[in-house]
């Protein structure tokens, strides 16, 4: 079965602390896993994607990991900022087919003062 | 072009009643997918279009639920006799045919459906 589990469901930091979110699937054949951002009440904006040769990818403080083999991966988030306070979603392309999106249910990230 | 654009952004409507939902994709974007999200949870897909034909739809589209892209451009999504379990962010995504990396994939800021 195509799932995608994403860890810790929630988090809380301090301003300015580092953080690393955890995703782990099982979608086959897979083509790339992206990370999205997601604002309360606004729609996912893209971060990374990364397939199966890229084992890691930067977008300003957000860096991506991919293990292939482990069907793993993981997104730190540098020196926090308040406007860090998001949900942050892990999404699995499979290779085939027009619906090829495996969501995970995200993880709700609050970044306090 | 700004991106995916959904109209209305909220929507508060009394149950029973029926609501249409707007999204104008990126305009060289030919596919269009549409998608529910729930509290705390990740999306749901709903339907899927190649330009005006509607290719996919996944079961949680009842009888109730109708989606369009009559000129392959803009799309509706209709839901008849709404009830409170419709509540829910309506999100759109649009990206070109030719899009195995993914990059072009967009969404829109989602329509947010209050039934009540």
């Known amino acids: 079965k195509n799932q995608v589990e994403q860890s810790p469901q929630s988090l809380i930091i301090l301003e300015g602390k580092n953080c690393t979110l955890q995703c782990n699937y099982t979608v086959s054949p897979f083509s790339n896993l992206r990370w999205y951002k997601q604002d309360t009440g606004r729609g996912p904006v893209s971060l990374t994607i990364m397939t199966f040769s890229e084992n890691t990818k930067s977008n300003g403080r957000y860096t991506a990991t991919l293990d292939a083999d482990t069907k793993q991966s993981s997104l730190h988030i540098t020196a926090s900022q308040l406007s860090d306070s998001a949900s942050y979603i892990c999404v699995v392309s499979r290779q085939t087919g027009a619906n090829n999106l495996f969501f995970g249910t995200g993880t709700r990230l609050t970044v306090i003062p | 072009d700004t991106g995916v654009s959904q109209n209305p952004r909220h929507k508060i409507t009394k149950r029973g009643q029926n609501v249409t939902f707007r999204c104008d994709p990126i305009s060289e974007h030919n596919r269009l997918y549409w998608y529910r999200q729930t509290l705390g949870q990740g999306p749901e897909f709903l339907t899927y279009f190649q330009n005006e034909a509607q290719l996919e739809k996944s079961r949680l589209l009842s009888d109730r639920f109708s989606a369009e892209r009559p000129k392959g451009s803009f799309s509706t999504l209709e839901i008849q006799r709404t009830e409170q379990g419709d509540s829910a962010m309506y999100l759109c995504?649009?990206?070109?045919?030719?899009?195995?990396?993914?990059?072009?994939?967009?969404f829109g800021s989602g329509t947010r459906l209050t039934v009540v």
């Open positions: 995504a649009s990206s070109p045919t030719d899009d195995a990396g993914g990059a072009g994939y967009t």
